[in-house]
C-alpha cells in the first residue's frame, strides 16, 4: 500500500460478529400466585396477573458490523463508514389462546425483528495554517428495522405489523375536504370492498402505511473557524422522515350524555363545536361553511347535541383513520449553538499580572429550518418548544 502514501496514509477494515440472549423477564416458567390483603369466607384471596410458559426461551440476536477508517493527505480529511445488520429471533410476543384457560394472551417465541443501517463521519482540516484554522465535521445515519415475523400479522397491535418498521404510522390518505358537505375525505384502498353504506365506514379500507414515528436519518454537524485569538464555532442537527401527529388532545368528553345523544357525530375533535372552544389555534376560523365551501384548512363545525345530519353514516369516523389529516413530516434542520470566543493577547494580559482573559457569547438552539407547523420540531407535540437562550462569559486565569 506504500504507493498509495500519501494520498491515503491510514487505511483499517473492522468486521465482527456475534451473537447475545436475552432472558424475557416478563414471562415466567412457573405459575405465580400474587397474595392480596383481601379476605373471602376467611380465606386469603389472590391472583394470578400472567399465564407461564415452561417452554420459553432465550431471545437470540445475530450481530454483524463492518466498518472502514481511513486518513488522506495526513489525516488532513478523516473519517469512519459503519454498516451493521442485527437479526433477532425467538422475540416473546404475546398470542391470543382460549379464554377458558382463564387467560386471553401468553407469551410465546413467536417474533423477528431485522435491524439494518449505515453510519458515516467525516472530518475536514480546510485551513491549518498559522493564524487561520478551519475545520468542519459532520455525521449521518440511517437506520431501519423490519418486524418480519409476528404472530399477529393480520392484527394491527400497538403499531406493529409482519412486515413493517415497529415504528410504523398506520392511517388514511388525507385528500382533502368535501366541498358538498364540509367533511375530511380519504383515500379508499384499491382492494377497499363497498357492497352497502356502511362499508364507506370501515376502518380496513382506508388504511395505509404513511411512515414511521422514529426519523430513519438523522446526523449532525460542526464548523470550527478560528483566527489568532478568534474563534467561532457552529453545531447543529438534522433529522428527516419521522411522520408525527399534531393535533391539540381535547379533554372534553360526552361519555355522562352519550346515552341521550340527538345530534352528530363529530368526525375529529376539530369538527366539534364544543372542544373548539378550547385550546387551539387562532387559525380554526379558517373552516368550511356554507358560504365557503372551498379554500378552506379545516372542516364543518358539527353539534353533537344538535340535528342529526347522518354525515358518519357514509363518511370514515374512526380516529384510527381521520388522524391522518393531522400527519406531518418533522423533518428539520437546527442550530444547536453558535459559540463566540476571544483571548486577550498575552502580551497584554502578563502587563495586567494575569494568565489569561478570554470573553465568550453563545448563542442556543436560535435557528431551525423545518416545514412543521407544530411549536417545536425537535420535542414534537409538547407546550412549550425548547429554550432559547444567550450567554455571556468572562475567564480570567491567575
Request: a positive charge.
Amino acid at each position: 500500500m506504500y504507493g498509495l502514501h500519501p494520498v491515503v496514509n491510514r487505511l483499517t477494515l473492522r468486521a465482527a460478529m456475534g451473537y447475545t440472549g436475552n432472558i424475557v423477564k416478563s414471562v415466567s416458567k412457573d405459575l405465580v400466585l400474587n397474595y392480596s390483603t383481601t379476605y373471602w369466607d376467611g380465606l386469603r384471596t389472590g391472583s394470578i396477573s400472567k399465564a407461564p410458559n415452561p417452554k420459553v426461551r432465550w431471545e437470540k440476536t445475530k450481530d454483524m458490523k463492518i466498518a472502514l477508517d481511513f486518513g488522506l493527505f495526513e489525516d488532513r480529511v478523516s473519517g469512519l463508514v459503519e454498516a451493521y445488520y442485527r437479526k433477532s429471533s425467538d422475540i416473546v410476543s404475546t398470542v391470543d389462546v382460549l379464554s377458558t384457560t382463564g387467560f386471553s394472551g401468553q407469551g410465546f417465541n413467536t417474533s423477528e425483528i431485522k435491524n439494518k443501517g449505515i453510519e458515516g463521519t467525516l472530518r475536514v482540516k480546510i485551513l491549518d495554517g498559522k493564524d487561520f484554522k478551519f475545520n468542519v465535521a459532520g455525521n449521518i445515519a440511517w437506520n431501519r428495522n423490519i418486524l418480519s415475523k409476528y404472530s399477529k400479522k393480520r392484527v394491527i397491535q400497538d403499531g406493529r405489523y409482519e412486515g413493517f418498521p415497529l415504528e410504523s404510522v398506520f392511517a388514511g390518505r388525507y385528500t382533502g375536504i368535501d366541498p358538498r358537505d364540509g367533511v375530511y375525505t380519504y383515500e379508499l384502498r384499491p382492494d377497499a370492498q363497498i357492497y352497502k353504506g356502511t362499508d364507506l365506514q370501515a376502518v380496513d379500507n382506508y388504511r395505509y402505511y404513511l411512515g414511521t414515528s422514529i426519523s430513519p436519518v438523522t446526523g449532525g454537524f460542526n464548523v470550527d473557524f478560528s483566527y489568532r485569538n478568534l474563534r467561532l464555532n457552529v453545531g447543529g442537527v438534522v433529522s428527516s422522515g419521522a411522520k408525527l401527529l399534531n393535533m391539540v388532545t381535547s379533554p372534553a368528553s360526552y361519555e355522562i350524555i352519550t346515552s341521550n345523544r340527538t345530534g352528530e357525530t363529530p368526525q375529529t375533535v376539530y369538527s366539534d363545536l364544543y372542544r373548539n372552544h378550547l385550546n387551539v389555534s387562532k387559525d380554526m376560523v379558517n373552516r368550511w361553511t356554507p358560504e365557503r365551501t372551498t379554500g378552506v384548512k379545516y372542516p364543518r363545525i358539527i353539534d353533537f347535541m344538535g340535528d342529526r345530519l347522518l354525515l358518519d353514516q357514509y363518511n370514515v369516523h374512526s380516529q384510527e383513520i381521520t388522524k391522518g389529516a393531522y400527519l406531518e413530516n418533522v423533518s428539520f434542520l437546527r442550530i444547536k449553538n453558535i459559540s463566540l470566543y476571544y483571548d486577550i493577547p498575552q502580551s497584554i494580559v502578563k502587563s495586567l499580572g494575569l494568565t489569561s482573559v478570554g470573553f465568550s457569547f453563545t448563542m442556543n438552539n436560535f435557528i431551525t429550518f423545518t416545514n412543521y407547523s407544530g411549536i417545536d420540531p425537535e420535542t414534537p407535540g409538547t407546550t412549550y418548544p425548547i429554550t432559547r437562550s444567550m450567554t455571556l462569559g468572562v475567564n480570567v486565569g491567575f
